[in-house]
């Protein structure tokens, strides 16, 4: 298994020193706000540029920059803006970039955009929530998208994930990996709008309106142990179930700290779950069926329940099952 790493100061000499996990890395992502609006308020210091020429030249890794339009006004989609929006991807190739990340589908089939898109190779999001074969096929034979990003709700449905491998072999298939969103979240449509709200405006505005979705979504603490085990993450253990139909696990975690990605990294590549463990659930020991019950997990929690159960038995502190 590769996995798609998110840049962060210091990428380049961890993996120098670490020479035999290169080769499980695909590409390292990234994005700024010199270049293009970004969904993150952290344009790239000459420094930080400088590392990722480093690491495309010196590591051969490719970089891989996210590029939404969706943080645009709509008039991106036409007139004196859209020509602009096109010349800023051409600017792409001359740093090194060589894979796109791009969310706007109705941007992806756009005949000129497709044309000014040609030289990098074209990955969609997995803000584009894709989890069916039905979808998988339109992005495939009428956009021409071969580098497709799945969305989190199909993480635990490994049948429909194998079905599409099945229905495309040579296509490129890609999972994020340490999930915190919740299944089928019901603040998404709300989370989504607001980042690209957000990111149209000043860092103060941005980092508030950030504050507020952290507090009112996103916040872990706020969730119940029973949320966390419906979660969508996969963990370390289970790589070995996804390596026949998923080539890229992308790990989530932009400018976080090289010391926390690094172990993240790591727990994939030695699929050990004790980091996750610690991090997620307090040390608390899962049972190992769990994670094999759970892996087609068809998102039916009101014929299901296991991961209720598990709670209640956790949370009344009896025995695990």
Same mark, same amino acid.
């Given at each position: ?7 962060? /100061? ?12 290169? =080769?499980? +890395? ?11 609006h970004s969904a993150r308020h ?8 400088? $590392?990722?020429?480093? *690491?495309?030249?010196?590591?051969? *890794? ?36 060589? *894979?796109?990340?791009?969310?706007n589908t109705m941007l992806m ?8 898109? $040609? ?17 998988? +096929? ?20 490994? &049948?429909?994930? /194998?079905?599409? =491998?099945?229905?495309?072999?040579? *296509? ?25 709200? !957000? ?13 507020? =979705? ?18 969508? =993450?996969?963990?370390? &253990? ?63 929690? !009101?014929?299901?329940? +296991? ?15």
């Amino acid at each position: 298994m590769k996995y798609s790493l998110p840049y962060t /100061e210091g990428t380049f000499k961890y993996l120098w020193n670490n020479p035999k996990l290169i =080769r499980h +890395v695909s590409d390292v992502y990234f994005s700024d706000n010199t270049i293009f609006h970004s969904a993150r308020h952290s344009p790239l210091e000459k420094k930080h540029w400088d $590392e990722l020429f480093e *690491i495309s030249e010196k590591l051969n *890794i490719p970089l891989n920059y996210i590029l939404n339009p969706s943080v645009y006004d709509p008039n991106v989609y036409y007139g004196e803006d859209k020509h602009k929006f096109i010349s800023r991807i051409k600017l792409l190739k001359t740093v090194d970039i060589s *894979i796109v990340t791009f969310n706007n589908t109705m941007l992806m089939k756009d005949p000129i955009i497709k044309k000014a898109l $040609e030289p990098y190779e074209v990955k969609c999001s997995v803000n584009n929530q894709i989890t069916s074969l039905e979808q998988v +096929v339109e992005l495939v034979e009428v956009i021409g998208i071969k580098n497709i990003f799945l969305g989190r709700d199909i993480n635990r449905n490994l &049948s429909e994930i /194998e079905k599409i =491998r099945n229905h495309y072999p040579t *296509i490129k298939i890609n999972l994020l990996g340490n999930e915190n969103c919740l299944p089928k979240c019901v603040y998404k449509t709300f989370c989504d709008d607001l980042i690209c709200t !957000a990111s149209q405006q000043g860092n103060k505005t941005f980092n508030e309106l950030n504050e507020y =979705r952290t507090e009112f979504a996103c916040n872990q603490k706020n969730f119940s142990l029973y949320q966390k085990l419906a979660n969508n =993450r996969i963990f370390p &253990s289970q790589i070995k179930y996804y390596q026949p139909y998923v080539d890229v696990i992308k790990i989530a975690g932009r400018f976080n700290p090289i010391e926390h990605i690094s172990k993240v990294f790591e727990a994939y590549v030695n699929e050990d779950n004790s980091y996750f463990l610690n991090q997620i659930y307090n040390g608390l020991i899962i049972p190992h069926d769990y994670y094999d019950y759970t892996l087609n997990c068809k998102n039916k929690c !009101a014929t299901c329940n +296991v991961c209720n159960k598990i709670a209640e038995k956790y949370e009344n502190k009896k025995d695990m099952v």
